[in-house]
Each structure stands twice: as structure tokens, then as C-alpha cells.
């Protein structure tokens, strides 16, 4: 149960963003530009840090989301599964390994970030900007983990509801112009 009151038919992180939509624009704007913005690393990449962060966490709503997210964008559910389990072998290339592995780093710690790992991203082709991005998406995704953790948040269990989360998703991340009222349960 929420520790403060949030829409029920809101669970996870919409329902924060709803309850004081003055601070959830910037959060949704900065979030839009780093995983649906232009770059050089696709949108399912940008997921897959995302999910990462949230797995390393324990945020099961984020992890739950950004898997479903992930899967969308791929079309298959096999990395998701992998990446979670052990970075090293899941099926990725090794610039990506090597950005999974600066993210866990975040996840831990900022200072847990080594120039090892750095430099170990750059020999892989990884740009300075591929860098930051991963480092800055991370970072977003602690604060959205402790977000909906810290103030007890509903977790739905029904992988249903994460399929129709992803599809909002992969849209992106603004708010719906007409709000979320046809959420609601009839």
C-alpha cells in the first residue's frame, strides 16, 4: 500500500508523476530525450540499461516495465532475460556488454564507475557520448527506482499490464495529452 494516497488505477510510477505533475515534467522530458531521443545507441539498448539498473535494484515495477519495454522494442524476450542473469554472456555485442557493465557500476555506486571499465567501453567503440548517456540513464533510473520504492508504490503482478505499459512505452515518455482517467476500472 502507497504511504501516501495516489490514484489506484496509477501504480508504479505514473501515479507520482500524476501526484505532483509539476515535477514529473522535467523528469519526463529528460527522461524522453535520453531513451527516445536521437542517438547512436537504439531505443532497446537504452531499455536494456534501464532494466539493468531496475533488476540490480530490486524495483520490481521498474524492472517489470523496462523488461517489457526491452522485449517490445527487440521483438523477443531472450536478452532481457540474459542481461539480467549475467551480462558477460547474454547475447550483445561487446560495446554493449561494456555499457551494461558501466550502468551496473552507477547502480552500485557512482565511484563504483572504474576507468577500467571506461576505457574497456571505448576500445569496444563505445563514443564519450554513449558514455555519458549510459552513465546519466543509470544515474535517471536509481532515482526512479528509490522513487516508486520509497514511497511504496503498487507493484502489479499481471505480466498483461506490463505488455500494455510496454506499448505506452515504446511510444514514449510524455504524458498523455488526455491524462490516464481511461485507466480507471469500469
Not at 498483461?160 to 514514449?172: D, P, S, T, V, W
Amino acid at each position: 500500500m502507497p504511504y501516501i494516497p495516489l490514484e489506484e488505477h496509477l501504480p508504479g510510477i505514473t501515479g507520482l508523476l500524476e501526484y505532483r505533475k509539476d515535477t514529473a515534467e522535467p523528469i519526463r522530458n529528460l527522461t524522453q530525450v535520453l531513451l527516445r531521443g536521437p542517438s547512436t545507441l537504439s531505443e532497446a539498448e537504452r531499455e536494456l540499461i534501464a532494466t539493468v539498473v531496475s533488476n540490480g535494484n530490486a524495483c520490481r515495477f521498474c524492472t517489470n516495465a523496462h523488461t517489457a519495454a526491452a522485449d517490445k522494442l527487440l521483438g523477443e524476450c531472450d536478452t532481457t532475460k540474459a542481461v539480467k542473469e549475467n551480462i558477460s554472456t547474454a547475447p550483445v555485442s561487446e560495446k554493449m556488454k561494456s555499457l551494461l557493465t558501466i550502468a551496473s557500476q552507477v547502480q552500485q555506486s557512482g565511484k563504483a564507475v572504474t576507468e577500467h571499465s571506461i576505457q574497456q567501453a571505448k576500445q569496444e567503440g563505445a563514443t564519450d557520448l554513449e558514455i555519458h548517456d549510459t552513465v546519466l540513464i543509470a544515474a535517471l533510473f536509481c532515482l526512479y527506482n528509490r522513487y516508486v520504492d520509497g514511497l511504496s508504490t503498487v507493484t502489479p503482478t499481471d505480466p498483461e499490464f506490463y505488455h500494455g505499459l510496454a506499448m505506452r512505452i515504446a511510444k514514449g515518455y510524455q504524458r498523455l495529452p488526455q491524462g490516464y482517467d481511461h485507466l480507471k476500472k469500469q
